[in-house]
């Protein structure tokens, strides 16, 4: 078995798929931060149109706070569910499909996931998760605001180019004062 700890030390990430340390460096020289060798110290990552097919390696970034996987080709976001310390996640114009995996994240407190490349499924997920005050999901087929109904810190909820009624717009924002509803 591949000594993770050992190698780390000695050379960072060469365990990992050329893609995976292409994007790992990007996403830190552009901030201008040094790069912890440590993945479970990462508290934010962007992964922005980084050329990953495959999402596996994400359960190495315990401590991340922040996340963005906007515009990766991945098609599972199921790794994604482990990363428990999560509050803002990110990833427009995905392949989300099931949105199951979130479910996990009860620490999410922003999410955006906008003008997907297929319509994400299992909204009802969404009403699990709490602690979110901010929702974006412009252009996700989304034709109710139900799943959000149960969402008691949402202060704001983005719905721009979905085709929701204007009853159910006025519902909610009758029934949810102090959340902002941008559509």
Avoid at 7 to 21: F, G, R, V
Avoid at 30 to 46: I, N
Avoid at 103 to 130: F, K, M
Avoid at 142 to 164: E, Q, R, T, W, Y
Wanted: aromatic share 10%.
């Amino acid at each position: 078995m591949l000594d993770l700890k050992i190698l780390s030390e000695t050379q960072p990430w060469a365990w990992m798929p050329a893609a995976w340390q292409k994007a790992l460096r990007e996403s830190k020289e552009e901030e201008g931060w040094e790069v912890p060798t440590e993945l479970a110290q990462w508290e934010e990552l962007d992964l922005r149109e980084a050329p990953l097919f495959e999402l596996s390696l994400i359960k190495h970034f315990t401590g991340l706070h922040s996340l963005d996987l906007s515009d990766v080709p991945a098609m599972n976001f199921d790794p994604v569910a482990g990363l428990a310390q999560l509050k803002s996640f990110e990833a427009l114009g995905c392949r989300l499909g099931d949105l199951s995996f979130l479910s996990a994240l009860s620490q999410l407190e922003r999410i955006d996931i906008s003008y997907p490349l297929e319509n994400p499924w299992n909204w009802d997920v969404l009403s699990a998760l709490t602690n979110l005050e901010e929702v974006y999901v412009n252009h996700c087929g989304l034709h109710s605001l139900a799943a959000f109904d149960k969402l008691p810190k949402l202060k704001v909820l983005c719905v721009h180019f979905n085709k929701i009624p204007l009853a159910e717009l006025t519902r909610f924002s009758n029934e949810h004062p102090d959340c902002q509803l941008l559509a």
